[in-house]
């Protein structure tokens, strides 16, 4: 059984960082892509960025990028995304989801092939 789970959500002010982890149980991680999904209250959900099988590659939203940083550790099953100068317009459910085909991982960030999902970690961003 496959289990994807988010921590590290919160409330800060704008300006402020946070650390998203995402741990992934029941698949061989390094096989994957995975990333980062979110959905602003109202809002579709969005790639936000993702990391390739082995590390070398990220892509990330332009909104996001020179603010945040995806990493993965394959030795722990876990993915990271450090946010940094965060802007109320982040608010969101982060969502951590797995990539086989590694589709996900390009300039657009289209949610294609997203194989297993976490429920997901509220971050709001008060101004």
């Known amino acids: 059984q496959v289990q994807v789970m988010e921590s590290g959500g919160g409330l800060v002010q704008a300006g402020g960082s946070l650390r998203l982890s995402c741990t992934v149980t029941?698949?061989?991680?390094?096989?994957?892509?995975i990333g980062w999904v979110r959905q602003a209250p109202g809002g579709e959900r969005e790639g936000v960025s993702c990391?390739?099988?082995?590390?070398?590659?990220?892509y990330y939203k332009d909104t996001v990028k020179g603010r945040f940083t995806i990493s993965r550790d394959n030795t722990k099953n876990a993915l990271y995304l450090q946010l940094n100068d965060l802007k109320p317009e982040d608010t969101a459910i982060y969502f951590c989801?797995?990539?086989?085909?590694?589709?996900?991982?390009?300039?657009?960030?289209?949610?294609?092939?997203?194989?297993?999902w976490g429920d997901g970690v509220q971050i709001t961003i008060s101004s």
């Open positions: 989801a797995t990539n086989y085909g590694g589709d996900f991982c390009s300039g657009s960030l289209p949610l294609v092939g997203l194989d297993y």
């Open positions: 029941g698949i061989t991680f390094d096989d994957y892509a």
């Open positions: 990391i390739t099988h082995n590390g070398d590659s990220a």
